[in-house]
Each structure stands twice: as C-alpha cells, then as structure tokens.
C-alpha cells in the first residue's frame, strides 16, 4: 500500500448506514464517520441528520447519479493525497440499488483501498422475517418502470428456483404484483414495508391475496417485495410440456417481447438444457418440412 508524503494512506470506507430506526448504526460505522476527512452523501440534508443525532461534525459533500462522472475523479484525487473519505447512501449499504460503483471502480484502478463497513439491509431485514425459504435468494433490484419492460424482466424471472427480492415504489406496486401473478402465478409472496421504521408492516400470502389486501389498504413508504420460487410441480410440467422449443421460443418472442438469442436461453432453461443443445434442437425443428 503506496505511503503518502503527508504520512497517511487515502481510502475509501463504504458505510451502512440505518434505513429507518437511528438505533441500527454500528459502533464501527459511528468511528469511522467521526474520523473522516470527508463524508460523500446522496442528499447532504438527509445525512445531516444522522450526523447531528450523533453529534458528528463532518465536512459533507455531495454524490449522486446526477454528479457522479465528475464528484468521482475529484474524490479519487483526495484520496490519492491521503484523505479518509466515507460514502454512504440514504439508508442501508452503499451501491445496493444505489450510486457509488464508478467511484469503487475509479479508487481500485488507482490502487486505493476501498473497505466495506457493513450494516443494515432492507433486503436482508425483509427476507429474515418473510416466511419465505432464504437458503438462496435472487436480489433483482427495481424492476423497469414501463408496464411491457417490467412484464419482460419478470419472464426471465419465471422459472428462478430461489426467492426473488425486489425493491419497488408504492405507486408502481399495484402493477407490479399484478404483473408478476400474471406472468409468475400466483406464487406466495411477502410485502415488507417501511422495515425497521415507526409503521413497519409485514404482509403475508398469495400475490393475488396481496394484491386484495392493497384494494383495501394501500401501501406507502419503501417496499420490499419477496417472492417465493417457481414449485417443483410447475418446473416439472413445463420441462414436459407437449410445446416444442420451437413454439415456446415463437411464443416468447411473441409475448415477452424478447429477442431470439434471449427466448432460446430462457426457453433452454425452462426444459434444463444447454444452450448448445437447444440450439441444436431449434434449427432440428426449424428444418423439419411443416405437414
């Protein structure tokens, strides 16, 4: 690790910070906000009050998707004469559905430490209280906003054995839970909203049962979908399903809207084959002279 000519080695601290209850900060987080050169932060105006609730006072300096191609290289640099420099988001770790993956990649091009601080996860927090199998879980972020483009992400999403984890906004999860009963099934599911927060709420069911429970009471504030994985039952029948690949890619292609190199993966995948077989298999049919 290159030393300095002041003496000391830039790095960069990537700090978990609470998503909603102040109490869920580590003792490790608080020392090392406290022994920053300087705090990089989405809004400084949300982090000022971490700060404050904890009596920290830290030159703050803004970095977000907005900025990030130029407040990238400025923060290098500081780091680069040495500064301690520590970036949080606006809840839970830093680059998880959030800004800062440039200034990762831009610190360890220039051969500075970047050292994980770990701590709070609404995905986490969610899939421990869900009642859903947590072994494996399948983290999908925030699924596209466009009705046809979210319809197409859940497609690729339609044979995923493990649990599915998605973040999503209360005005958009009406249409997203629809979509995903439609194109998923009605598959059980957990909503988790405003984890660790004053109103924290867990619901439990079917995606239809959760999408009756909205109708009668909407869901505000941050959303953590859960969704449990395809059944065995399901994945046996559409591996013996009478469709030929052929017809399955076509009906992909047709209704999800993928292209062709995308259907045969998918449709390879749901029959537990290879893709090189599947490739095979699909120019077989394709060359078969029609009845």
Request: one cysteine or more.
């Given at each position: 690790?290159?030393?300095?000519?002041?003496?000391?080695?830039?790095?960069?601290?990537?700090?978990?910070?609470?998503?909603?209850?102040?109490?869920?900060?580590?003792?490790?987080?608080?020392?090392?906000?406290?022994?920053?050169?300087?705090?990089?932060?989405?809004?400084?105006?949300?982090?000022?009050?971490?700060?404050?609730?904890?009596?920290?006072?830290?030159?703050?300096?803004?970095?977000?998707?907005?900025?990030?191609?130029?407040?990238?290289?400025?923060?290098?640099?500081?780091?680069?004469?040495?500064?301690?420099?520590?970036?949080?988001?606006?809840?839970?770790?830093?680059?998880?559905?959030?800004?800062?993956?440039?200034?990762?990649?831009?610190?360890?091009?220039?051969?500075?430490?970047?050292?994980?601080?770990?701590?709070?996860?609404?995905?986490?927090?969610?899939?421990?209280?869900?009642?859903?199998?947590?072994?494996?879980?399948?983290?999908?972020?925030?699924?596209?906003?466009?009705?046809?483009?979210?319809?197409?992400?859940?497609?690729?999403?339609?044979?995923?054995?493990?649990?599915?984890i998605l973040y999503e906004a209360p005005h958009r999860i009406e249409g997203t839970l629809a979509d995903a009963r439609d194109v998923l099934g009605d598959r059980p599911a957990c909503l988790a909203r405003e984890v660790t927060k004053l109103h924290e709420e867990f619901r439990r069911g079917t995606l239809s049962e959760l999408t009756a429970s909205l109708s009668e009471k909407p869901a505000r504030g941050e959303i953590t979908l859960l969704i449990g994985a395809v059944p065995p039952e399901e994945r046996s029948a559409q591996r013996d399903s009478s469709q030929s690949l052929a017809e399955r890619v076509d009906?992909?292609?047709?209704?999800?809207?993928?292209?062709?190199?995308?259907?045969?993966?998918?449709?390879?995948?749901?029959?537990?084959?290879?893709?090189?077989?599947?490739?095979?298999?699909?120019?077989?049919?394709?060359?078969?002279?029609?009845?």
């Amino acid at each position: 690790m290159e030393q300095q000519s002041n003496g000391r080695t830039g790095c960069l601290y990537l700090v978990a910070t609470p998503i909603g209850n102040l109490e869920d900060i580590t003792l490790r987080a608080l020392r090392i906000l406290k022994g920053a050169d300087q705090i990089a932060c989405e809004d400084t105006r949300h982090t000022q009050k971490l700060l404050n609730h904890y009596n920290i006072q830290k030159s703050l300096v803004s970095y977000h998707e907005h900025n990030e191609m130029t407040r990238a290289p400025e923060l290098v640099l500081a780091m680069e004469q040495g500064a301690q420099i520590a970036l949080v988001s606006d809840a839970g770790m830093p680059l998880v559905s959030d800004p800062g993956y440039r200034l990762v990649i831009l610190a360890l091009r220039h051969h500075l430490p970047v050292v994980p601080i770990p701590g709070p996860s609404a995905l986490l927090a969610a899939l421990s209280a869900s009642g859903l199998p947590n072994e494996e879980f399948l983290f999908a972020g925030f699924l596209p906003a466009r009705t046809g483009e979210r319809r197409r992400a859940l497609e690729r999403l339609r044979i995923e054995d493990r649990t599915i984890i998605l973040y999503e906004a209360p005005h958009r999860i009406e249409g997203t839970l629809a979509d995903a009963r439609d194109v998923l099934g009605d598959r059980p599911a957990c909503l988790a909203r405003e984890v660790t927060k004053l109103h924290e709420e867990f619901r439990r069911g079917t995606l239809s049962e959760l999408t009756a429970s909205l109708s009668e009471k909407p869901a505000r504030g941050e959303i953590t979908l859960l969704i449990g994985a395809v059944p065995p039952e399901e994945r046996s029948a559409q591996r013996d399903s009478s469709q030929s690949l052929a017809e399955r890619v076509d009906e992909l292609i047709r209704q999800a809207k993928l292209d062709r190199k995308e259907a045969l993966k998918l449709a390879a995948k749901e029959r537990g084959m290879t893709k090189r077989a599947a490739y095979q298999e699909l120019h077989l049919d394709l060359s078969e002279p029609e009845a």
